[in-house]
């Protein structure tokens, strides 16, 4: 893949940190020119200076994407700045776990609104200029989409519906020549795994200790995930290689997920 990113636009939601954040990094050091978007100015800040140690120095957008203004608001900066999108990369998303009965109607509105809608959003405003690209989407969902916990329940379900609207999607893009695919990260080593295992503590009476441990032991992974680890296959999702690879969920975690679906 050496070169093929040179000059290519990639938008990446959720970029400031985590997998998002090494997702833009990959791009941008293979040529590509990156756009983050975040709540967060200050995270998008810090992602800026971390992204551009590996190539071209982002251009950054905070906005609320969960609200059709934040992700207009997105767009809007992206056709003004380029006019064009080649790569999509929908990596926002946040959603609390705990215990089901104690999770209320706003912490389910929210992660929707930022995982889903503002997935659905995005891909519905950046689809003309990724048909004219012959670009690709890479939606970053989740193991739990598969592997549903009583803890999770919003994240699982919102994974899950991601998973379907992205395989829907993917049929129109056969169409329009825009490759459309989804990746499934298992337990992975970011400052959002963090947090879910303070969510997890709180809801179980756990340790954090030891449900980082179960995070390997329950399931014989030799290690977490990393975030590089989703990276570069979203790099090879987004090449010439794997352009025969369309509507597609793949699973980044160490075989975590033991069903064949």
Not at 12 to 32: D, P
Not at 136 to 144: E, L, Q, R
Request: proline share 3%; with cysteine.
């Amino acid at each position: 893949m050496p070169g093929e990113f040179q000059g290519k636009i990639v938008v990446v939601t959720g970029g400031s940190r985590g997998i998002g954040r090494s997702i833009a990094a990959a791009f941008a050091r293979e040529g590509a020119q990156t756009v983050i978007a975040s709540h967060s100015d200050a995270n998008l800040a810090s992602a800026a200076k971390t992204i551009a140690q590996s190539g071209a120095t982002p251009v950054t957008v905070a906005a609320d994407l969960r609200t059709l203004e934040g992700v207009q608001k997105l767009f809007e900066a992206v056709k003004a700045k380029f006019n064009k999108c080649d790569i999509l990369v929908n990596s926002a998303g946040a959603t609390r776990a705990g215990n089901f009965v104690d999770l209320p109607d706003d912490a389910w509105m929210d992660g929707y609104s930022l995982k889903l809608f503002g997935c659905v959003r995005a891909c519905r405003l950046f689809w003309p200029m990724l048909k004219v690209a012959n670009g690709h989407v890479v939606n970053i969902g989740g193991g739990a989409a598969r592997s549903p916990g009583a803890d999770f329940t919003i994240g699982a379900s919102v994974n899950a519906a991601m998973g379907n609207f992205s395989k829907g999607l993917s049929q129109l893009g056969k169409r329009d020549g825009v490759n459309v695919n989804v990746i499934h990260p298992g337990a992975t080593e970011t400052e959002r795994f963090e947090e879910l295992i303070a969510q997890r503590s709180k809801a179980s009476g756990k340790t954090s200790d030891e449900l980082r441990k179960e995070a390997t032991v329950k399931d014989g992974l030799r290690r977490l995930g990393k975030p590089e680890d989703i990276a570069e296959l979203t790099l090879f999702l987004c090449s010439e290689k794997g352009r025969h690879i369309q509507g597609t969920a793949i699973a980044v975690d160490g075989g975590s997920t033991i069903g064949y679906y």
